[in-house]
C-alpha cells in the first residue's frame, strides 16, 4: 500500500526518523548512565512503546490510569504514572494493575498519597512512589523547602507505599530563549537543594527522574539525574525545531492533507482544521498552524475546526490544485496525535505498517 | 445516578438550558419562516440530532462524510454535508448514503462537483447541490460575482447534480464588535448580489442556507435566507457569551474536573488541560481557557496536555481544596465535546441518561 491510497486527513510517521529518534536518545542516555523512560503521551501506541523498549527504554511514564491500563494490556510494564491521581475509582484501578505490572506513582501531595496508601494496603501491595518536586515548572509539585520535605517524610511513613526518590519536570526550560541556560541552571541548583533533603532526612534517592524533549540532550548537565522521560522525541514537532532541539529532518509524523477549495488566486483551503491537529500555538509563540512540507513560504495561516487556511505566499505562481495533497508538521506532536484513531508508519510512499493510537482520547 | 458518581474530567449537559436552547432556536426560526438545519458539530451525537428535529428541526448539517454516516445509521436522513468533499473513497461512500438518506452537498467549485456528478451518475442518483458563496468569511466559496456564477452555471449542468440553491455562512461575523453591524449588512447585500445572479441566469434559489450561532437571532435580518444552520447555541459556551449572543445561563455545557494539586496558597491544579478542553482561545481572544462554574474570581491561566492550572485569585481565603470538583465552561464547546466519549444529560445533580459522543474524532 502507498500513502496515496489512503484518504486523508492522515497521520504518518516516518519510520526511518522515528527510529533513528529513538536509536539516537538511547545513545545518550546509555552514555551518560542515564535510564530512558519515555512519556507515551505523545504517541499513545504500545506498539510504540515496545519499540521504545527494544531501543533501550528501561520503562515507560503514562499521565492517565487509563493510559496505563492501554499499556499494561499489551504486556508493558515498569510503568511511571506521572500524575497526581485522585480519588477511590482511579485508585482502585491502579492498584488492580500494580498486581501484573510494576507501576510507580509520581505524587506531589499528602492527600493522594494518603489515598493510595489505604488502597495498597488494603490489596496487600506496595506502591513505589516518586515525590514531584517543582523546580520551575510552576505547575505541580512544591519547590524544595520545608513544605517538599514535610510532604516526603510523610510520605515515607505511610504504609503500602514505598518512596523511590524524586520526580522533576524541567518542561518550562527552553535553551533557545535569552534566559534558558539560566533556567538550566535553576533546575540543576533546585535539584540539588531537594537531594540534600532527601539526604538529611534518610529518604531514598535510588530514583531522580527528570527530563524533557527539549532539554533532552542536555539532561547530564542537572547532577543527581537518574533516568529521563522525554515524550515528543519519538517524533519531534515544529515547536522542538523553534527550540532548536531538533532539524525538519528530525520531524518523524507529519499530517497528510488534501488542498479541498481554491476560493482566491493567493489562498488554499485543506481538509484539517482544529479537530485534526488542535489549536496549539508554536512554543515559543511564532503565528500559524503547522509547516507545510516543501513550501516554506506558504503560511498555515487560520483554522476552524475542519478547515485549514493557507496563504500561499510566493508559491501563488505554482500554486497546489485541488485534490492536491499536502504534509504538515503539526506545532505540537503530542496533541495532534491524540486526534487520530490510526498511525501510519511509511517508508517513502510505502506505507509499511498502520496502528491504532490505543490510548486516543484516554480522560481517566 | 448523582454527578458525583461519575469520574472526573466529566462533560456535563444541563437538559433544562439545552432544551431551552433549542426551544428557543425552534420558535425563532418558525416565527421568521425559516428553516432550522442545525450543525451537528457541536454535539456530534445522533441523540441529540432526534432531539432537535424533535425540536422543530427540518434537517441536520454534518461536515464529514463520516459524519453523516453515523447520524443516517441512526436512521437521521435530510442531511446537509456542509464541505467541498473530495475524493473517490468519499464520493463513493457519500453515493452510499444517498441511496437510503436525502443528503445535499454544499460545494464551492468545479473539480469535487465534477467528482461527484460522476459518482451519483455511476449510481443513478441525484444529488442535490448547494452552491458555497463567501460573504466576508474568507474561508471556502467565491465571492458574489463573475467567477461564482461561472461555477453555479457549470454545476447546473452537470449530470447527477441537481442545483438546489446556495449556501453561505456569516461566521465571521461578531455583532459584539465594533463593526459588527457593518459586517452584517455586508453579508445581506453580498447575498442579494449572489442572488441577482442565480435569477438572472435562470437558477433555483429555493433553499438559501446561512446562520450562525453569534448571529442566530438577526438571521432574519439577511433576506432572502431560507433555512440557519447553528451549530452551538444547543449547548453555548464562553465564547458565545464572550459576543453577547448568550448568558452564562444558557451555557448547558461544562466540564466537570477534579482538583489535585494545591501547590502554591494562590494556585491549584485540575486534572484536565488540552486533551480535555483543546487549546482553543475564547473568540473574541480573551485569555483564559474557560470559565470556572460560582467563581468568578479564579482565571484558568495555563493548561498542559493533562494539567490545568488555576489562578485562584480572591478566592485564596476559601480556596478549593484536593478532591474538590469544578465545573468549567469551556471556551469553545465544539472542540471540547470532541475530546470526550460520552456526554452526560443532567437535571440538577442527578444524571437523568448518558449517550456516546458516536461522531468524536471521525475525521473522514
Given at each position: 500500500m502507498t500513502i496515496w491510497e489512503l484518504d486523508t486527513p492522515a497521520l504518518l510517521i516516518d519510520l526511518d526518523r522515528m527510529e533513528a529518534n529513538l536509536e539516537r536518545a538511547a545513545r545518550y542516555a546509555e552514555g551518560h548512565g542515564l535510564r530512558l523512560r519515555p512519556h507515551?503521551?505523545?504517541?499513545?501506541?504500545?506498539?510504540?512503546?515496545?519499540?521504545q523498549v527494544e531501543h533501550g527504554a528501561a520503562g515507560l511514564t503514562v499521565a492517565k490510569v487509563s493510559e496505563a491500563e492501554v499499556m499494561a494490556a499489551d504486556g508493558l510494564g515498569d510503568l511511571l504514572l506521572a500524575y497526581p491521581v485522585w480519588g477511590d475509582a482511579k485508585w482502585s484501578r491502579l492498584t488492580e494493575i500494580a498486581k501484573t505490572a510494576p507501576i510507580a506513582v509520581a505524587l506531589d501531595s499528602e492527600e493522594p498519597a494518603s489515598g493510595l496508601s489505604r488502597h495498597a494496603v488494603r490489596t496487600g501491595l506496595t506502591i513505589g512512589i516518586l515525590a514531584e518536586v517543582d523546580l520551575g515548572m510552576r505547575r505541580c509539585g512544591f519547590p524544595p523547602g520545608q513544605r517538599f520535605r514535610d510532604f516526603t517524610r510523610a510520605v515515607d511513613r505511610m504504609p503500602g507505599l514505598k518512596l523511590e526518590g524524586l520526580m522533576f519536570y524541567p518542561g518550562h526550560v527552553n535553551l533557545a530563549a535569552p534566559n534558558g541556560e539560566e533556567e538550566l541552571e535553576a533546575v540543576a541548583a533546585g535539584l540539588a537543594e531537594a537531594l540534600d533533603g532527601f539526604r538529611?532526612?534518610?529518604?531514598?534517592?535510588?530514583?531522580?527522574?527528570?527530563?524533557?524533549?527539549?532539554?533532552?540532550?542536555?539532561?547530564?548537565?542537572?547532577?543527581?539525574?537518574?533516568?529521563?522521560?522525554?515524550?515528543?522525541?519519538?517524533?519531534?514537532?515544529?515547536?522542538?525545531v523553534a527550540m532548536g532541539a531538533c532539524s525538519w529532518n528530525d520531524c518523524a509524523a507529519t499530517i497528510m492533507t488534501t488542498v479541498v477549495s481554491r476560493p482566491s488566486p493567493g489562498s488554499a483551503v485543506i481538509d484539517g482544521g482544529s479537530k485534526t491537529f488542535t489549536s496549539d500555538p508554536v512554543r515559543p509563540q511564532e503565528p500559524g498552524f503547522g509547516s507545510i512540507v516543501g513550501m516554506s513560504?506558504?503560511?498555515?495561516?487560520?483554522?476552524?475546526?475542519?478547515?485549514?487556511?493557507?496563504?500561499?505566499?510566493?508559491?501563488?505562481?505554482?500554486?497546489p490544485q485541488i485534490g492536491e495533497r499536502l504534509r504538515i508538521v503539526p506545532n505540537h506532536v503530542c496533541v495532534t496525535v491524540n486526534m487520530h484513531s490510526t498511525a501510519h508508519g511509511i517508508r517513502g510512499e510505502r506505507v509499511e505498517r498502520s496502528w491504532p493510537v490505543k490510548g486516543r482520547g484516554k480522560l481517566h
Open positions: 507515551t503521551k505523545t504517541h499513545k501506541s504500545p506498539y510504540l512503546g515496545r519499540r538529611q532526612d534518610g529518604l531514598s534517592t535510588s530514583v531522580v527522574s527528570g527530563g524533557s524533549t527539549p532539554t533532552l540532550y542536555h539532561s547530564h548537565r542537572v547532577p543527581g539525574t537518574t533516568e529521563i522521560r522525554p515524550g515528543t522525541y519519538v517524533f519531534n514537532d515544529r515547536s522542538q513560504a506558504v503560511r498555515f495561516e487560520k483554522m476552524s475546526e475542519e478547515h485549514g487556511v493557507l496563504d500561499l505566499g510566493d508559491h501563488q505562481a505554482r500554486p
